[in-house]
């Protein structure tokens, strides 16, 4: 879907981290935290737009804002940087199955939005999956609206370089006036740390936080 340049090992300042966790069955490790969304959910209310799909925005733009989240290893072992990455999830279908549906990444989200609503809708139309496993430009979403949930694991395939960031969200819960939803991060761990965990979950948080401007945009 878009280009991508391939990093010197050598010079790469995370080479001896990513090498550490070569070595590992799976290098993948998980996070999760609750974030507020009081302010964010009444205002996908106020607009009449989809939550899953406004959450679905911006948690892609935090995720493009962090380099290490556009970080993905090839087939070769090579470590890519793509300039930008687009969000995929899995989407119901109405005999209980699912199916992934993919979501061609754009700034801003009003320009986003009347696309990702025909995707979203042809998707839940569809059956079967479509795994798209080669396109490594790509965010995984989860939505699990169900279960406000304390801990989850993604499955992960025996020798396999499962590189690419993996976000699940679950059921909001409102108490004492604030309504917060659990957000589950996956990451390779010879891609991105705690650190840039932190990152992605306090800039996220900001956004949650004021949502006026991404609204506008």
């Known amino acids: 879907m878009n280009g ?21 069955d799976d290098p993948t490790w998980d996070i999760l935290a609750d974030v507020r969304i009081s302010r964010f959910y009444d205002m996908t209310r106020r607009e009449g737009s989809s939550f899953f799909l406004a959450f679905l925005h911006a948690a892609a733009s935090v995720c493009n804002g962090i380099e290490e989240f556009r970080l993905r290893i090839g087939p070769a072992g090579e470590v890519r940087r793509y300039p930008v990455v687009h969000p995929g999830s899995t989407v119901l279908h109405d005999d209980g199955t699912f199916g ?12 986003w939005l009347p696309d990702a609503r025909a995707t979203l809708e042809a998707a839940k139309r569809e059956s079967g999956i479509d795994p798209r496993e ?16 304390r801990g989850f694991r993604h499955p992960q395939r025996r020798g ?31 891609l991105a740390d705690g650190y840039h965990a932190g ?11 004021d949502p006026d401007a991404h609204f506008a945009g």
């Open 134 to 149: 080669d396109d490594l430009a790509r965010l995984y979403f989860t939505p699990v609206p169900w279960i406000n949930f």
């Open 160 to 190: 396999h370089r499962q590189s690419i960031p993996m976000i699940i969200f679950g059921k909001h819960v409102e108490a004492a006036g604030e309504r917060t939803m659990p957000v589950g991060l996956t990451l390779h761990h010879g």
């Open 199 to 209: 990152l992605f979950f306090s800039r996220l948080q900001a956004l949650l936080d």
């Open 4 to 24: 991508f340049d391939v990093l010197d090992a050598e010079q790469w300042k995370r080479k001896a981290l990513f090498r550490f966790y070569e070595t590992y």
């Open 100 to 111: 992934f549906a993919y979501f061609p990444y754009k700034e801003r989200f009003s320009e």
